[in-house]
């Protein structure tokens, strides 16, 4: 199978387009230094967040406010609220809901 080159122009652009985004401002923070409350505001953004999709997925069903009582959806909120503020941890967080959703989804 070989490639036509628009395609291989088209990925190559699509890879540009999705990079210079992501990466550019990374590299133009790193030359700034930040004032301390911008700082201080920003260790926030983790927690904020967590909670926003906690509520998203547990406390907000259908076309209103209600509270989701399927089994996996609130064993993993449990999971991830216990996760979190035992080990201050995004990455703990994120993966401790993700496998006690998928186990409890599977059971069920």
Do not use: K, N
């Amino acid at each position: 199978m070989s490639l036509r080159p628009e395609v291989l122009l088209a990925i190559a652009l699509c890879v540009l387009v999705t990079v210079i985004p992501r990466i550019l401002p990374l590299a133009l923070a790193r030359r700034m230094r930040l004032p301390p409350l911008v700082e201080a505001w920003l260790t926030y953004v983790p927690v904020a967040v967590i909670a926003a999709l906690l509520v998203d997925q547990v406390l907000l069903v259908g076309d209103g406010p209600g509270i989701t009582w399927s089994w996996p959806h609130v064993s993993a909120g449990v999971t991830v609220v216990a996760i979190a503020a035992a080990s201050r941890s995004i990455t703990l967080t994120v993966v401790g809901g993700v496998v006690v959703f998928s186990l409890a989804q599977a059971l069920v």
